[in-house]
């Protein structure tokens, strides 16, 4: 997370045109969503409440934890899209918009920070 705030730091056009900073953004990014859906799986497949069905895809193992009283809906649904910045990251390459990888730097930012803050909380229960 820090190594993306100091990256947040440039602006689209500095990041855009230094393929460096570009490359890092994105694997920083895809890096930071697939762990969270990597924990979240662990989360549910650990979880005592046998009622938990396994997600059927990534966005839902976002939503799974709501389930289980780690975060609320409204949040679950915020940081859920980030799957869709993780799908761009990884499949869409060849046709992929910028603005949009350099706009999702905020919302990643934002959302994990609090997703660190959620989990800590629940793993400490």
Request: hydrophobic share 40%; glycine share 2%; proline share 1%.
């Amino acid at each position: 997370m820090i190594k993306l705030s100091d990256l947040a730091k440039y602006t689209i056009d500095e990041v855009a045109k230094d393929f460096v900073k570009q490359a890092a953004v994105e694997r920083i990014l895809e890096r930071i969503i697939a762990r969270a859906i990597d924990i979240n799986q662990h989360i549910v497949a650990e979880s005592e409440k046998k009622n938990i069905s396994a997600p059927k895809d990534y966005k839902e193992t976002f939503t799974a934890l709501v389930d289980l009283g780690v975060y609320d809906k409204n949040f679950a649904e915020e940081i859920s899209k980030s799957v869709g910045t993780r799908n761009m990251l990884a499949h869409e390459y060849d046709k992929m918009d910028y603005s949009k990888v350099y706009n999702s730097m905020g919302d990643c930012l934002r959302d994990y920070n609090k997703y660190c803050e959620y989990i800590l909380k629940f793993l400490e229960k």
